[in-house]
């Protein structure tokens, strides 16, 4: 369960930013009346690849590239943002990318990472299944199979959470969505090498629980997948890696139901004018339901990563459509 420490992150965040700068953190008045705390956005949909995973692709491929020069081409599985980091960061490096993803998934997610040079494979009904047919694709192929999991997307993707809490060190909670566990590990190993004491809350879909049962059961426990917006967080079975540090590191794991998930994408809207696809909006809705439960009592500064804006329009259109409480008018954001 190695975490990478301070130099190894901030080297891998001098990587991130030859592809992309520092995303911003702002604090939206009408998000501090809706939690009724002082409430700080990241703005991970502001990356080149509208999420956050496109800095652990970058540092993946620098150094994959170092330690295998003669590499031809990488293969992935994923619902959407990890293929786009991948075929991104294959592209910036003259490499050809293969993307697997399940039948079903999200067209607008399939054309960008068509875009950005990948080739596309429909192949399975979830993404472990896409996961396990292009591990076979890479023996056949002799591609390099990229995981999900790696101690250098961890330390691509901490990069975020750096800036986060540099800008806003005084930072009681934050909560991290938890899909094959690079964000949340990322939180912690940003948080360790500050020697900051944040807590770290994991956000699970209700409809895809494998991380939360795990977490219960101090041990790997898998769980079918049903959720419909959440996409990013359709984890069937938890990353053995990944699970380590969620056992050891997280205070709490929250599970949040699509309907509570679709709530919070509007409010993210309605409150910052900003689009959060489903597992952008999980922490928002994390954060939403221990208010309503009444476990924000002595938080008084939050942390929100929107980690994602990719979702399909037609969705977002007929979630939009669906009645909202007004915000009270308020001011733009405060920023760092």
């Given at each position: 369960m190695m975490l990478p420490d301070l130099a190894d992150l901030e080297n891998a965040a001098r990587t991130v930013y030859t592809a992309m700068p520092p995303t911003p953190q702002y604090?939206?008045?009408?998000?501090?009346?809706?939690?009724?705390?002082?409430?700080?956005?990241?703005?991970?949909?502001?990356?080149?690849?509208?999420?956050?995973?496109?800095?652990?692709?970058?540092?993946?491929?620098?150094?994959?590239?170092?330690?295998?020069?003669?590499?031809?081409?990488v293969v992935a599985a994923t619902r959407g943002n990890h293929g786009q980091s991948i075929a991104f960061a294959?592209?910036?490096?003259?490499?050809?990318?293969?993307?697997?993803?399940?039948?079903?998934?999200?067209?607008?997610?399939?054309?960008?990472?068509?875009?950005?040079?990948?080739?596309?494979?429909?192949?399975?009904?979830?993404f472990q299944e896409s996961r396990e047919f292009a591990y076979a694709l890479a023996d056949r192929e002799r591609l390099h199979m990229v995981p999900s999991y790696h101690p250098d997307l961890v330390a691509g993707v901490a990069s975020y959470w750096l800036e986060l809490f540099r800008a806003q060190p005084e930072l009681d909670l934050v909560l991290a969505p938890i899909g094959q566990g690079s964000g949340f590990a990322a939180a912690v190993a940003a948080r360790e090498a500050l020697g900051l004491r944040t807590r770290i809350v994991g956000v699970v879909s209700a409809h895809a629980p494998a991380y939360l049962l795990s977490w219960q059961a101090g041990k790997a426990v898998?769980?079918?997948?049903?959720?419909?917006?959440?996409?990013?967080?359709?984890?069937?079975?938890?990353?053995?890696?990944s699970l380590e540090v969620v056992l050891r590191y997280a205070e709490d794991v929250i599970a949040v139901?699509?309907?509570?998930?679709?709530?919070?994408?509007?409010?993210?809207?309605?409150?910052?004018?900003?689009?959060?696809?489903?597992?952008?909006?999980?922490?928002l809705a994390g954060a939403m339901r221990m208010k309503r439960e009444g476990r924000l009592a002595g938080v008084a500064r939050v942390g929100i990563p929107l980690t994602g804006a990719n979702v399909d329009a037609p969705l977002f259109s007929e979630l939009l459509s669906a009645p909202l409480r007004r915000p009270r008018e308020g001011g733009g954001p405060s920023s760092t």
């Open positions: 604090r939206w008045p009408l998000l501090d009346e809706a939690l009724g705390l002082e409430t700080w956005v990241k703005h991970e949909n502001h990356g080149p690849a509208g999420a956050f995973k496109l800095r652990g692709g970058v540092v993946y491929m620098e150094r994959l590239l170092r330690r295998e020069p003669g590499l031809r081409g294959a592209r910036r490096n003259g490499l050809e990318a293969t993307v697997v993803v399940p039948h079903g998934n999200s067209r607008e997610k399939n054309a960008a990472m068509r875009a950005l040079g990948a080739r596309l494979i429909e192949h399975g009904k979830d898998e769980a079918p997948v049903s959720t419909v917006l959440a996409d990013g967080m359709a984890c069937r079975a938890p990353d053995a890696a139901s699509d309907e509570e998930v679709a709530e919070a994408m509007r409010v993210m809207y309605a409150c910052t004018h900003n689009v959060a696809e489903g597992a952008g909006a999980a922490a």
